[in-house]
Protein backbone atom coordinates (compact mmCIF):
# COMPACT_ATOMS: atom_id res chain seq x y z
CA UNK A 1 0.00 0.00 0.00
CA UNK A 2 2.66 2.46 0.60
CA UNK A 3 4.02 2.77 -3.39
CA UNK A 4 -0.04 3.44 -3.91
CA UNK A 5 -0.22 5.94 -1.51
CA UNK A 6 3.03 7.24 -2.45
CA UNK A 7 1.83 7.59 -6.60
CA UNK A 8 -1.23 9.21 -5.09
CA UNK A 9 0.49 11.59 -3.20
CA UNK A 10 2.76 12.54 -6.26
CA UNK A 11 -0.67 14.68 -7.65
CA UNK A 12 0.79 17.99 -6.16
CA UNK A 13 4.21 18.96 -6.26
CA UNK A 14 6.14 21.67 -3.72
CA UNK A 15 5.55 24.18 -6.14
CA UNK A 16 1.69 24.01 -5.97
CA UNK A 17 1.67 23.90 -2.39
CA UNK A 18 0.49 27.43 -0.26
CA UNK A 19 2.55 29.60 0.77
CA UNK A 20 2.62 31.20 4.59
CA UNK A 21 -0.75 33.08 4.59
CA UNK A 22 -1.95 31.24 1.33
CA UNK A 23 -3.42 28.60 3.62
CA UNK A 24 -6.72 30.42 3.85
CA UNK A 25 -7.05 30.54 -0.21
CA UNK A 26 -5.71 27.57 -0.80
CA UNK A 27 -8.35 25.79 1.86
CA UNK A 28 -11.59 28.03 0.16
CA UNK A 29 -10.31 27.14 -3.36
CA UNK A 30 -10.74 22.60 -2.38
CA UNK A 31 -11.74 20.91 -5.17
CA UNK A 32 -15.14 20.12 -5.79
CA UNK A 33 -15.73 16.93 -6.40
CA UNK A 34 -18.63 17.22 -8.92
CA UNK A 35 -17.12 19.65 -11.16
CA UNK A 36 -16.38 17.54 -14.62
CA UNK A 37 -13.02 17.18 -14.98
CA UNK A 38 -10.66 15.97 -18.53
CA UNK A 39 -11.17 12.69 -19.50
CA UNK A 40 -7.95 10.85 -17.53
CA UNK A 41 -5.48 9.39 -20.18
CA UNK A 42 -3.24 5.81 -19.64
CA UNK A 43 -0.06 7.30 -18.82
CA UNK A 44 -1.56 9.91 -16.40
CA UNK A 45 -3.02 6.57 -14.21
CA UNK A 46 -0.12 4.56 -14.95
CA UNK A 47 1.76 5.26 -12.02
CA UNK A 48 -1.06 4.78 -10.08
CA UNK A 49 -1.55 1.41 -11.67
CA UNK A 50 2.06 0.83 -11.37
CA UNK A 51 1.88 1.40 -7.17
CA UNK A 52 -0.88 -1.29 -7.28
CA UNK A 53 0.90 -3.83 -9.14
CA UNK A 54 4.37 -3.68 -7.36
CA UNK A 55 3.52 -5.26 -4.10
CA UNK A 56 1.84 -7.88 -5.63
CA UNK A 57 4.34 -8.31 -8.57
CA UNK A 58 4.84 -12.19 -7.53
CA UNK A 59 1.61 -13.11 -6.83
CA UNK A 60 0.49 -11.83 -10.46
CA UNK A 61 3.80 -13.39 -12.18
CA UNK A 62 2.48 -16.75 -10.14
CA UNK A 63 -1.17 -15.98 -11.72
CA UNK A 64 0.20 -15.63 -15.03
CA UNK A 65 1.67 -18.70 -14.79
CA UNK A 66 -0.87 -20.67 -13.83
CA UNK A 67 -2.74 -19.11 -16.72
CA UNK A 68 -0.27 -20.25 -19.15
CA UNK A 69 -0.97 -23.76 -18.02
CA UNK A 70 -4.66 -23.11 -17.85
CA UNK A 71 -4.90 -22.34 -21.14
CA UNK A 72 -2.52 -24.67 -22.50
CA UNK A 73 -4.74 -27.48 -21.41
CA UNK A 74 -7.88 -25.77 -22.51
CA UNK A 75 -6.84 -26.20 -26.03
CA UNK A 76 -6.33 -29.99 -25.28
CA UNK A 77 -9.73 -30.82 -26.09
CA UNK A 78 -10.92 -29.08 -29.29
CA UNK A 79 -7.16 -30.52 -30.52
CA UNK A 80 -8.12 -33.76 -29.73
CA UNK A 81 -10.99 -33.76 -32.30
CA UNK A 82 -8.43 -34.66 -34.90
CA UNK A 83 -7.27 -37.77 -34.51
CA UNK A 84 -10.32 -38.60 -32.51
CA UNK A 85 -12.71 -38.16 -35.93
CA UNK A 86 -9.42 -38.97 -38.19
CA UNK A 87 -7.96 -42.00 -36.89
CA UNK A 88 -10.67 -43.54 -34.53
CA UNK A 89 -14.18 -42.69 -35.99
CA UNK A 90 -12.56 -43.03 -39.25
CA UNK A 91 -9.76 -45.45 -39.96
CA UNK A 92 -10.94 -47.40 -36.60
CA UNK A 93 -7.80 -47.32 -34.62
CA UNK A 94 -9.20 -48.05 -31.24
CA UNK A 95 -5.80 -48.13 -29.32
CA UNK A 96 -5.66 -44.37 -30.17
CA UNK A 97 -9.02 -43.95 -27.85
CA UNK A 98 -7.29 -44.36 -24.65
CA UNK A 99 -4.58 -42.02 -25.38
CA UNK A 100 -6.88 -39.38 -26.52
CA UNK A 101 -9.00 -40.03 -23.36
CA UNK A 102 -6.50 -39.86 -21.02
CA UNK A 103 -4.79 -36.58 -22.24
CA UNK A 104 -8.47 -34.95 -22.13
CA UNK A 105 -9.25 -36.42 -18.77
CA UNK A 106 -5.87 -34.72 -17.31
CA UNK A 107 -5.76 -31.68 -19.13
CA UNK A 108 -9.52 -30.93 -17.68
CA UNK A 109 -8.47 -31.87 -14.53
CA UNK A 110 -5.46 -29.73 -14.55
CA UNK A 111 -7.28 -27.07 -16.02
CA UNK A 112 -9.69 -27.47 -13.23
CA UNK A 113 -7.29 -27.07 -10.60
CA UNK A 114 -5.49 -24.17 -11.84
CA UNK A 115 -9.17 -22.07 -12.41
CA UNK A 116 -10.15 -23.18 -8.61
CA UNK A 117 -5.97 -21.87 -8.13
CA UNK A 118 -6.50 -18.52 -10.03
CA UNK A 119 -9.83 -17.11 -8.37
CA UNK A 120 -8.65 -18.05 -4.78
CA UNK A 121 -5.54 -15.91 -5.01
CA UNK A 122 -7.22 -13.36 -7.73
CA UNK A 123 -10.37 -13.02 -6.13
CA UNK A 124 -9.09 -12.48 -2.60
CA UNK A 125 -6.38 -10.50 -3.35
CA UNK A 126 -8.96 -8.24 -5.29
CA UNK A 127 -11.29 -7.80 -2.32
CA UNK A 128 -8.15 -7.14 0.14
CA UNK A 129 -6.76 -4.59 -2.21
CA UNK A 130 -10.45 -2.99 -1.97
CA UNK A 131 -10.71 -3.30 1.62
CA UNK A 132 -7.15 -1.43 2.03
CA UNK A 133 -7.92 0.83 -0.28
CA UNK A 134 -11.26 2.24 1.13
CA UNK A 135 -9.32 2.19 4.41
CA UNK A 136 -6.73 4.52 2.90
CA UNK A 137 -8.62 7.23 1.19
CA UNK A 138 -11.09 7.30 4.27
CA UNK A 139 -8.10 8.14 6.49
CA UNK A 140 -6.60 10.86 3.72
CA UNK A 141 -10.20 12.29 3.35
CA UNK A 142 -10.30 12.02 7.49
CA UNK A 143 -7.17 14.78 7.55
CA UNK A 144 -8.26 16.62 4.94
CA UNK A 145 -9.26 20.35 5.89
CA UNK A 146 -12.62 21.68 6.99
CA UNK A 147 -12.97 23.57 3.77
CA UNK A 148 -12.49 20.73 1.49
CA UNK A 149 -15.98 19.67 3.43
CA UNK A 150 -17.40 22.61 2.75
CA UNK A 151 -17.16 22.04 -0.99
CA UNK A 152 -18.43 19.02 -1.41
CA UNK A 153 -21.31 16.99 -0.23
CA UNK A 154 -21.43 13.84 2.22
CA UNK A 155 -23.25 11.87 -0.01
CA UNK A 156 -19.90 12.33 -2.99
CA UNK A 157 -17.36 11.23 -0.43
CA UNK A 158 -19.02 8.40 1.13
CA UNK A 159 -19.44 7.51 -3.13
CA UNK A 160 -15.78 7.97 -3.33
CA UNK A 161 -14.73 5.93 -0.29
CA UNK A 162 -16.95 2.72 -0.84
CA UNK A 163 -17.80 2.83 -4.50
CA UNK A 164 -15.03 4.31 -6.57
CA UNK A 165 -12.37 1.60 -5.51
CA UNK A 166 -14.45 -1.30 -6.13
CA UNK A 167 -13.32 -1.67 -9.77
CA UNK A 168 -9.95 -1.41 -9.12
CA UNK A 169 -10.12 -5.29 -8.31
CA UNK A 170 -10.75 -5.70 -12.33
CA UNK A 171 -7.01 -4.26 -12.41
CA UNK A 172 -5.28 -6.43 -9.24
CA UNK A 173 -8.02 -9.55 -10.02
CA UNK A 174 -9.50 -11.74 -12.18
CA UNK A 175 -9.72 -9.04 -14.80
CA UNK A 176 -6.82 -8.00 -16.26
CA UNK A 177 -5.49 -11.70 -16.14
CA UNK A 178 -8.69 -13.05 -18.15
CA UNK A 179 -7.87 -10.75 -20.06
CA UNK A 180 -4.31 -12.12 -20.54
CA UNK A 181 -5.53 -15.07 -20.86
CA UNK A 182 -7.34 -14.53 -23.23
CA UNK A 183 -4.68 -13.42 -25.56
CA UNK A 184 -2.69 -15.88 -24.61
CA UNK A 185 -5.47 -18.51 -25.66
CA UNK A 186 -5.08 -16.53 -28.85
CA UNK A 187 -2.32 -16.62 -29.65
CA UNK A 188 -1.86 -20.27 -28.55
CA UNK A 189 -4.56 -21.11 -30.98
CA UNK A 190 -3.24 -18.68 -34.24
CA UNK A 191 0.11 -20.88 -34.34
CA UNK A 192 -2.28 -23.88 -34.37
CA UNK A 193 -4.47 -22.27 -37.07
CA UNK A 194 -1.68 -21.13 -39.20
CA UNK A 195 -0.10 -24.65 -39.22
CA UNK A 196 -3.51 -26.16 -40.27
CA UNK A 197 -4.50 -23.75 -42.77
CA UNK A 198 -2.64 -20.14 -43.63
CA UNK A 199 -4.82 -18.53 -45.99
CA UNK A 200 -7.95 -19.21 -44.27
CA UNK A 201 -6.79 -18.09 -40.65
CA UNK A 202 -5.43 -15.15 -42.27
CA UNK A 203 -8.97 -13.90 -43.89
CA UNK A 204 -10.22 -14.54 -40.44
CA UNK A 205 -7.87 -12.49 -38.58
CA UNK A 206 -8.28 -9.66 -40.78
CA UNK A 207 -11.70 -9.70 -39.60
CA UNK A 208 -11.12 -10.29 -36.63
CA UNK A 209 -8.70 -7.28 -35.99
CA UNK A 210 -10.95 -4.95 -37.71
CA UNK A 211 -13.47 -5.70 -35.46
CA UNK A 212 -11.36 -5.02 -32.28
CA UNK A 213 -10.61 -1.43 -34.06
CA UNK A 214 -14.35 -1.14 -33.89
CA UNK A 215 -14.62 -1.92 -30.23
CA UNK A 216 -12.13 0.31 -29.64
CA UNK A 217 -13.50 3.20 -31.01
CA UNK A 218 -16.73 2.25 -29.14
CA UNK A 219 -14.68 2.30 -26.09
CA UNK A 220 -14.14 5.91 -26.57
CA UNK A 221 -18.22 6.56 -26.50
CA UNK A 222 -18.49 4.59 -23.38
CA UNK A 223 -15.63 5.98 -21.27
CA UNK A 224 -17.09 9.18 -20.30
CA UNK A 225 -20.95 7.35 -20.14
CA UNK A 226 -19.24 5.49 -16.64
CA UNK A 227 -17.57 8.89 -15.94
CA UNK A 228 -20.80 10.84 -15.65
CA UNK A 229 -22.52 7.73 -13.98
CA UNK A 230 -20.48 7.92 -10.95
CA UNK A 231 -20.50 12.02 -10.77
CA UNK A 232 -24.71 11.37 -10.88
CA UNK A 233 -24.50 8.76 -8.66
CA UNK A 234 -22.81 10.84 -6.30
CA UNK A 235 -25.36 13.30 -6.41
CA UNK A 236 -28.01 10.70 -5.81
CA UNK A 237 -26.60 9.46 -2.61
CA UNK A 238 -25.59 13.05 -1.84
CA UNK A 239 -28.90 14.08 -1.60
CA UNK A 240 -30.36 10.99 -0.37
CA UNK A 241 -27.85 11.20 2.24
CA UNK A 242 -29.07 14.86 3.67
CA UNK A 243 -32.82 13.61 3.11
CA UNK A 244 -32.34 10.73 5.51
CA UNK A 245 -30.24 12.71 7.80
CA UNK A 246 -32.92 15.78 7.90
CA UNK A 247 -35.84 13.63 8.07
CA UNK A 248 -37.20 15.86 10.71
CA UNK A 249 -36.71 19.14 8.70
CA UNK A 250 -38.76 17.24 5.88
CA UNK A 251 -41.92 15.85 7.86
CA UNK A 252 -41.99 19.29 9.81
CA UNK A 253 -42.60 21.29 6.74
CA UNK A 254 -44.34 18.37 5.17
CA UNK A 255 -41.77 18.29 2.09
CA UNK A 256 -41.87 14.17 1.95
CA UNK A 257 -43.40 14.74 -1.61
CA UNK A 258 -40.73 17.33 -2.35
CA UNK A 259 -37.88 15.43 -1.65
CA UNK A 260 -39.16 12.23 -3.46
CA UNK A 261 -39.70 14.25 -6.82
CA UNK A 262 -35.69 15.38 -5.71
CA UNK A 263 -34.95 12.19 -5.63
CA UNK A 264 -36.50 10.77 -8.39
CA UNK A 265 -35.43 13.35 -10.51
CA UNK A 266 -31.66 12.62 -10.04
CA UNK A 267 -32.69 8.45 -10.37
CA UNK A 268 -34.18 9.36 -13.97
CA UNK A 269 -30.90 10.83 -14.59
CA UNK A 270 -28.95 7.87 -13.99
CA UNK A 271 -31.69 5.70 -15.39
CA UNK A 272 -30.82 7.57 -18.87
CA UNK A 273 -27.04 7.17 -18.41
CA UNK A 274 -27.17 3.59 -17.68
CA UNK A 275 -29.94 3.02 -20.64
CA UNK A 276 -27.19 4.94 -23.21
CA UNK A 277 -24.47 2.77 -21.70
CA UNK A 278 -26.63 -0.38 -22.32
CA UNK A 279 -27.76 0.90 -25.62
CA UNK A 280 -23.86 1.07 -26.35
CA UNK A 281 -23.14 -2.52 -25.18
CA UNK A 282 -26.32 -3.76 -26.90
CA UNK A 283 -24.57 -2.57 -30.37
CA UNK A 284 -21.18 -3.68 -29.39
CA UNK A 285 -22.86 -7.38 -28.32
CA UNK A 286 -24.68 -6.82 -32.04
CA UNK A 287 -21.51 -6.26 -33.62
CA UNK A 288 -19.41 -9.21 -32.31
CA UNK A 289 -22.24 -11.48 -33.22
CA UNK A 290 -22.74 -10.45 -37.23
CA UNK A 291 -19.06 -10.71 -36.75
CA UNK A 292 -18.86 -14.46 -35.63
CA UNK A 293 -21.44 -15.47 -38.38
CA UNK A 294 -19.37 -14.10 -41.23
CA UNK A 295 -16.30 -15.54 -39.84
CA UNK A 296 -18.73 -18.66 -39.17
CA UNK A 297 -19.74 -18.42 -43.17
CA UNK A 298 -15.95 -17.75 -44.56
CA UNK A 299 -14.60 -20.82 -42.48
CA UNK A 300 -17.79 -23.05 -43.61
CA UNK A 301 -16.60 -22.13 -47.47
CA UNK A 302 -13.04 -22.47 -47.49
CA UNK A 303 -12.70 -25.59 -44.99
CA UNK A 304 -15.32 -26.93 -47.37
CA UNK A 305 -12.90 -26.63 -50.44
CA UNK A 306 -10.04 -27.24 -48.81
CA UNK A 307 -11.34 -30.69 -47.76
CA UNK A 308 -12.47 -31.23 -51.40
CA UNK A 309 -9.03 -30.51 -52.74
CA UNK A 310 -7.45 -32.70 -50.07
CA UNK A 311 -5.88 -30.53 -48.29
CA UNK A 312 -7.64 -30.75 -44.89
CA UNK A 313 -9.43 -33.95 -43.32
CA UNK A 314 -12.92 -33.85 -41.36
CA UNK A 315 -10.97 -34.30 -38.00
CA UNK A 316 -8.82 -31.53 -39.10
CA UNK A 317 -11.70 -29.32 -39.95
CA UNK A 318 -13.37 -29.89 -36.64
CA UNK A 319 -10.56 -29.22 -34.80
CA UNK A 320 -10.02 -26.00 -36.78
CA UNK A 321 -13.36 -24.57 -35.83
CA UNK A 322 -13.09 -25.44 -32.35
CA UNK A 323 -9.61 -24.00 -31.71
CA UNK A 324 -11.21 -20.94 -33.83
CA UNK A 325 -13.39 -20.09 -31.23
CA UNK A 326 -10.58 -19.85 -28.64
CA UNK A 327 -9.03 -17.34 -30.57
CA UNK A 328 -12.28 -15.34 -31.51
CA UNK A 329 -13.30 -15.59 -28.03
CA UNK A 330 -11.26 -12.95 -26.43
CA UNK A 331 -11.94 -10.61 -28.82
CA UNK A 332 -15.69 -11.08 -28.14
CA UNK A 333 -14.88 -11.00 -24.49
CA UNK A 334 -13.71 -7.28 -24.90
CA UNK A 335 -17.09 -6.55 -24.61
CA UNK A 336 -17.43 -7.35 -20.88
CA UNK A 337 -13.78 -7.32 -19.84
CA UNK A 338 -13.33 -3.66 -21.56
CA UNK A 339 -15.84 -2.60 -19.94
CA UNK A 340 -14.71 -3.65 -16.60
CA UNK A 341 -11.56 -2.07 -17.05
CA UNK A 342 -13.19 1.05 -18.03
CA UNK A 343 -14.84 1.17 -14.78
CA UNK A 344 -11.63 0.36 -13.04
CA UNK A 345 -9.81 3.54 -14.51
CA UNK A 346 -12.75 5.85 -14.03
CA UNK A 347 -12.67 4.78 -10.92
CA UNK A 348 -8.67 5.14 -9.86
CA UNK A 349 -8.90 7.98 -11.47
CA UNK A 350 -11.68 9.45 -9.54
CA UNK A 351 -9.45 7.75 -6.59
CA UNK A 352 -6.25 9.49 -7.17
CA UNK A 353 -7.85 13.28 -7.78
CA UNK A 354 -9.23 12.85 -4.23
CA UNK A 355 -5.99 11.30 -2.53
CA UNK A 356 -3.95 14.03 -4.30
CA UNK A 357 -5.62 16.67 -2.17
CA UNK A 358 -3.26 17.79 0.46
CA UNK A 359 -3.50 16.95 3.77
CA UNK A 360 -3.73 19.74 6.29
CA UNK A 361 0.07 18.69 7.76
CA UNK A 362 1.02 17.97 4.86
CA UNK A 363 1.93 21.79 3.86
CA UNK A 364 5.66 22.21 4.41
CA UNK A 365 5.20 24.94 6.21
CA UNK A 366 3.50 23.30 8.82
CA UNK A 367 7.03 22.10 10.20
CA UNK A 368 6.83 22.81 13.82
CA UNK A 369 5.56 19.83 15.82
CA UNK A 370 4.33 21.65 19.23
CA UNK A 371 4.95 20.49 22.92
CA UNK A 372 2.54 20.55 25.43
CA UNK A 373 1.49 24.07 25.70
CA UNK A 374 -0.02 26.63 28.18
CA UNK A 375 -2.47 27.77 26.39
CA UNK A 376 -1.45 31.85 25.88
CA UNK A 377 -3.80 32.96 22.40
CA UNK A 378 -2.80 35.87 20.41
CA UNK A 379 -4.55 37.72 17.69
CA UNK A 380 -2.14 39.96 15.77
CA UNK A 381 -3.85 41.63 13.01
CA UNK A 382 -5.54 38.52 11.28
CA UNK A 383 -7.60 39.09 8.55
CA UNK A 384 -9.64 36.59 6.81
CA UNK A 385 -12.05 35.96 3.84
CA UNK A 386 -13.86 32.53 2.81
CA UNK A 387 -14.17 33.88 -1.29
CA UNK A 388 -11.46 36.27 -2.27
CA UNK A 389 -12.60 40.09 -1.68
CA UNK A 390 -14.64 39.54 0.44
CA UNK A 391 -13.01 39.52 3.61
CA UNK A 392 -15.17 38.49 6.96
CA UNK A 393 -12.19 39.39 9.45
CA UNK A 394 -10.26 42.91 9.65
CA UNK A 395 -7.11 43.37 11.80
CA UNK A 396 -8.26 41.26 14.96
CA UNK A 397 -6.25 41.79 17.99
CA UNK A 398 -6.61 40.50 21.22
CA UNK A 399 -4.36 38.11 23.59
CA UNK A 400 -6.37 35.10 25.71
CA UNK A 401 -4.46 34.25 28.73
CA UNK A 402 -4.14 30.80 30.16
CA UNK A 403 -6.93 30.28 32.95
CA UNK A 404 -8.89 33.05 31.79
CA UNK A 405 -12.37 33.42 29.97
CA UNK A 406 -13.12 35.13 26.67
CA UNK A 407 -16.41 35.92 25.75
CA UNK A 408 -17.50 36.67 21.83
CA UNK A 409 -20.69 38.33 21.27
CA UNK A 410 -22.60 39.78 18.30
CA UNK A 411 -24.97 39.46 15.93
CA UNK A 412 -25.18 36.79 13.32
CA UNK A 413 -22.58 36.81 11.00
CA UNK A 414 -20.66 38.88 12.61
CA UNK A 415 -17.90 36.88 12.44
CA UNK A 416 -17.58 35.43 15.53
CA UNK A 417 -17.75 31.59 14.44
CA UNK A 418 -14.95 32.65 12.05
CA UNK A 419 -12.58 33.62 14.78
CA UNK A 420 -13.06 30.42 16.54
CA UNK A 421 -12.56 28.18 13.68
CA UNK A 422 -9.08 29.94 13.42
CA UNK A 423 -8.37 29.34 17.19
CA UNK A 424 -9.44 25.88 16.34
CA UNK A 425 -7.12 25.49 13.43
CA UNK A 426 -10.12 24.50 11.30
CA UNK A 427 -8.92 27.93 8.74
CA UNK A 428 -5.77 29.36 8.27
CA UNK A 429 -4.87 33.40 8.73
CA UNK A 430 -4.57 35.12 5.46
CA UNK A 431 -3.09 38.17 6.86
CA UNK A 432 -1.69 38.45 10.44
CA UNK A 433 -1.36 35.59 12.83
CA UNK A 434 -2.57 33.76 14.90
CA UNK A 435 -0.07 32.89 17.95
CA UNK A 436 -0.37 29.97 20.28
CA UNK A 437 2.52 30.26 22.92
CA UNK A 438 4.18 32.63 20.69
CA UNK A 439 4.12 30.08 17.63
CA UNK A 440 2.17 31.11 14.94
CA UNK A 441 -0.50 28.31 13.85
CA UNK A 442 0.19 28.45 10.61
CA UNK A 443 3.59 26.84 10.66
CA UNK A 444 2.26 24.36 13.11
CA UNK A 445 0.89 20.52 12.86
CA UNK A 446 -2.51 20.42 13.65
CA UNK A 447 -2.10 17.14 14.78
CA UNK A 448 -0.13 17.95 17.61
CA UNK A 449 -2.17 21.21 18.36
CA UNK A 450 -5.62 19.67 18.10
CA UNK A 451 -4.59 16.85 20.61
CA UNK A 452 -4.62 19.59 23.37
CA UNK A 453 -7.99 21.19 22.18
CA UNK A 454 -11.63 20.36 23.64
CA UNK A 455 -14.46 21.40 21.81
CA UNK A 456 -18.18 21.92 22.70
CA UNK A 457 -19.48 22.90 19.72
CA UNK A 458 -23.25 24.57 19.53
CA UNK A 459 -24.13 21.52 17.24
CA UNK A 460 -23.65 18.42 19.30
CA UNK A 461 -22.75 15.54 17.34
CA UNK A 462 -23.14 12.07 18.76
CA UNK A 463 -22.27 8.99 17.08
CA UNK A 464 -24.50 5.46 16.76
CA UNK A 465 -23.33 3.73 19.48
CA UNK A 466 -23.37 4.09 23.47
CA UNK A 467 -23.38 6.26 25.78
CA UNK A 468 -19.73 5.28 27.02
CA UNK A 469 -18.55 5.49 23.38
CA UNK A 470 -19.26 8.57 22.83
CA UNK A 471 -17.98 10.19 26.03
CA UNK A 472 -14.38 7.90 25.41
CA UNK A 473 -14.04 9.01 21.72
CA UNK A 474 -12.19 12.01 23.21
CA UNK A 475 -9.94 9.76 25.17
CA UNK A 476 -10.61 5.70 24.05
CA UNK A 477 -7.71 4.69 26.80
CA UNK A 478 -9.02 6.82 30.09
CA UNK A 479 -9.45 4.54 32.47
CA UNK A 480 -12.75 3.95 34.41
CA UNK A 481 -12.47 6.31 37.09
CA UNK A 482 -11.92 9.50 34.71
CA UNK A 483 -14.75 8.33 32.89
CA UNK A 484 -17.05 8.05 35.92
CA UNK A 485 -15.51 11.40 36.99
CA UNK A 486 -16.15 13.02 34.03
CA UNK A 487 -20.18 12.03 33.61
CA UNK A 488 -20.07 13.08 37.29
CA UNK A 489 -19.00 16.76 36.63
CA UNK A 490 -21.61 16.85 33.40
CA UNK A 491 -24.08 15.30 35.11
CA UNK A 492 -24.30 12.67 32.47
CA UNK A 493 -24.13 10.22 35.60
CA UNK A 494 -28.20 11.36 37.02
CA UNK A 495 -29.96 10.71 33.41
CA UNK A 496 -27.37 7.30 32.37
CA UNK A 497 -28.18 5.45 35.41
CA UNK A 498 -31.71 5.78 34.66
CA UNK A 499 -31.55 3.54 31.38
CA UNK A 500 -31.56 -0.24 31.86
CA UNK A 501 -28.50 -0.71 30.20
CA UNK A 502 -27.16 2.28 32.01
CA UNK A 503 -23.76 3.74 30.22
CA UNK A 504 -24.18 0.83 27.59
CA UNK A 505 -27.29 2.41 26.06
CA UNK A 506 -27.35 3.27 22.40
CA UNK A 507 -27.91 7.02 21.64
CA UNK A 508 -29.56 6.49 18.14
CA UNK A 509 -27.84 8.20 15.17
CA UNK A 510 -26.72 12.04 16.05
CA UNK A 511 -28.24 11.05 19.47
CA UNK A 512 -31.52 11.30 17.88
CA UNK A 513 -32.95 8.75 21.63
CA UNK A 514 -31.60 11.56 24.29
CA UNK A 515 -32.95 14.83 24.88
CA UNK A 516 -31.32 18.45 23.29
CA UNK A 517 -29.81 18.69 27.25
CA UNK A 518 -28.77 15.32 27.25
CA UNK A 519 -27.10 15.22 24.42
CA UNK A 520 -25.20 18.40 25.17
CA UNK A 521 -24.00 16.95 28.65
CA UNK A 522 -22.26 13.82 26.96
CA UNK A 523 -20.85 16.64 24.87
CA UNK A 524 -19.22 18.60 27.98
CA UNK A 525 -18.20 15.30 29.61
CA UNK A 526 -16.43 13.84 26.42
CA UNK A 527 -14.78 18.04 26.69
CA UNK A 528 -14.06 17.54 30.37
CA UNK A 529 -12.21 13.58 29.25
CA UNK A 530 -9.90 15.00 26.96
CA UNK A 531 -8.56 17.47 30.10
CA UNK A 532 -7.49 20.34 26.74
CA UNK A 533 -5.52 23.07 27.56
CA UNK A 534 -7.89 25.28 25.16
CA UNK A 535 -11.43 24.66 25.48
CA UNK A 536 -14.05 25.78 23.20
CA UNK A 537 -17.23 26.49 23.99
CA UNK A 538 -19.84 27.41 21.22
CA UNK A 539 -23.17 27.88 23.27
CA UNK A 540 -22.43 25.10 25.24
CA UNK A 541 -25.37 25.41 27.00
CA UNK A 542 -28.09 26.12 24.67
CA UNK A 543 -30.44 22.86 24.46
CA UNK A 544 -30.89 23.16 28.40
CA UNK A 545 -33.51 24.30 30.46
CA UNK A 546 -32.53 26.72 33.79
CA UNK A 547 -32.28 23.70 36.07
CA UNK A 548 -30.49 21.32 34.13
CA UNK A 549 -27.89 24.65 33.01
CA UNK A 550 -27.77 25.35 36.40
CA UNK A 551 -26.81 21.77 37.59
CA UNK A 552 -23.77 21.56 34.88
CA UNK A 553 -22.60 25.38 35.79
CA UNK A 554 -20.29 23.91 38.49
CA UNK A 555 -19.13 21.67 36.11
CA UNK A 556 -18.17 24.11 33.33
CA UNK A 557 -16.44 26.13 35.96
CA UNK A 558 -14.51 23.01 36.91
CA UNK A 559 -13.39 22.92 33.56
CA UNK A 560 -12.34 26.17 32.83
CA UNK A 561 -9.94 26.23 35.96
CA UNK A 562 -6.43 27.10 34.71
CA UNK A 563 -7.39 26.45 30.96
CA UNK A 564 -8.00 28.98 28.11
CA UNK A 565 -11.39 29.50 27.38
CA UNK A 566 -13.29 30.92 24.44
CA UNK A 567 -17.04 31.04 24.73
CA UNK A 568 -19.44 32.04 21.98
CA UNK A 569 -23.19 33.01 23.80
CA UNK A 570 -26.15 34.15 22.33
CA UNK A 571 -27.43 34.20 26.30
CA UNK A 572 -25.51 37.17 27.75
CA UNK A 573 -26.92 36.11 31.00
CA UNK A 574 -24.17 33.55 30.66
CA UNK A 575 -20.75 35.33 30.92
CA UNK A 576 -21.18 37.80 33.13
CA UNK A 577 -18.46 36.82 34.85
CA UNK A 578 -16.15 36.47 31.76
CA UNK A 579 -12.20 37.88 32.27
CA UNK A 580 -13.00 39.77 28.87
CA UNK A 581 -15.85 39.97 26.37
CA UNK A 582 -14.91 41.00 22.78
CA UNK A 583 -17.93 42.56 20.84
CA UNK A 584 -17.70 41.81 16.98
CA UNK A 585 -19.85 43.42 14.22
CA UNK A 586 -18.56 43.19 10.92
CA UNK A 587 -15.67 41.58 10.57
CA UNK A 588 -14.18 43.64 13.87
CA UNK A 589 -14.05 43.87 17.25
CA UNK A 590 -15.69 47.18 18.16
CA UNK A 591 -15.92 47.20 21.68
CA UNK A 592 -13.76 44.93 24.93
CA UNK A 593 -13.52 44.57 28.17
CA UNK A 594 -15.76 42.82 31.01
CA UNK A 595 -19.31 42.61 31.46
CA UNK A 596 -19.54 45.89 34.00
CA UNK A 597 -17.05 47.94 31.69
CA UNK A 598 -18.93 47.41 28.76
CA UNK A 599 -22.48 47.82 30.16
CA UNK A 600 -21.69 51.45 31.63
CA UNK A 601 -20.32 52.17 28.22
CA UNK A 602 -23.80 52.59 26.71
CA UNK A 603 -22.96 51.02 23.56
CA UNK A 604 -22.97 48.05 21.52
CA UNK A 605 -23.21 45.19 24.13
CA UNK A 606 -25.39 47.27 26.29
CA UNK A 607 -27.70 47.64 23.33
CA UNK A 608 -27.32 43.56 23.07
CA UNK A 609 -27.98 43.20 26.08
CA UNK A 610 -31.10 45.25 26.78
CA UNK A 611 -32.76 44.10 23.89
CA UNK A 612 -31.78 40.49 24.98
CA UNK A 613 -33.02 41.01 28.70
CA UNK A 614 -36.10 42.90 27.99
CA UNK A 615 -36.75 39.98 25.13
CA UNK A 616 -36.55 37.39 28.20
CA UNK A 617 -38.78 39.15 30.45
CA UNK A 618 -41.23 40.14 28.19
CA UNK A 619 -41.58 37.18 25.46
CA UNK A 620 -45.11 36.21 26.43
CA UNK A 621 -46.53 40.08 26.49
CA UNK A 622 -48.81 42.07 23.27
CA UNK A 623 -46.51 43.52 20.54
CA UNK A 624 -45.85 46.65 21.88
CA UNK A 625 -45.53 45.94 25.29
CA UNK A 626 -41.86 45.18 25.85
CA UNK A 627 -40.51 48.02 23.85
CA UNK A 628 -41.32 50.03 27.12
CA UNK A 629 -39.58 47.87 29.37
CA UNK A 630 -36.43 48.06 27.29
CA UNK A 631 -36.48 51.60 27.53
CA UNK A 632 -36.93 51.46 31.06
CA UNK A 633 -34.07 49.41 32.04
CA UNK A 634 -32.04 51.52 29.31
CA UNK A 635 -32.84 54.66 31.59
Known amino acids: MGGFSRGMGGGMGAADRPGRHGGGASRAASADLTKKRPKPKFRDIWPEIRALILPRRWLLAASFCLMIVNRACSLVLP ?12 KHQMQVLPIVVGAVMLATLVQGLTSYTLTQLLSKSGQKLIAELRVQVQKHVGHLPVAFYDENRTGTLVARIMSDVEGVRNIIGTGVVDFVGGVLTAIFAFVYLMKQSI ?75 VVSSLTAQSIMTLSSTVILGVVGGVVMYMGARLNYAGKMTPGGYFSYVMILAFMTAPIVQLVNIGTQLTEAMAGLDRTREIMGEMEEDADPARSFEIGPIEGNVRFVDVGFSYVPDKPVLHNINFEAKPGTVTALVGSSGSG ?39 VVLQETFLFDGTIRENVLFSRPDAS ?72 IQHGLSFLMQGRTTFVIAHRLSTIRRADQILVVEQGRIVERGTHDELYVLHGRYRELYDRQHGLEENLFLAPGEGDVVVEESKA
Open 79 to 90: MSFKPLVDTVFI
Open 416 to 454: KSTVISLVCGFHTAQSGAVLVDGHDLANVKLSSFRSQLG
Open 199 to 273: PMTLVTFTIMIAFAGVIQKAFKVIRPIFRERAKINAEVTGRLTESLGGVRVVKGYHAESSEANVFAGGVERLLAN
Open 480 to 551: DEDFQRACSIARVDEFATRFPEGYETIVGERGVKLSGGQRQRLSIARAILADPRILILDEATSSLDSESEAM
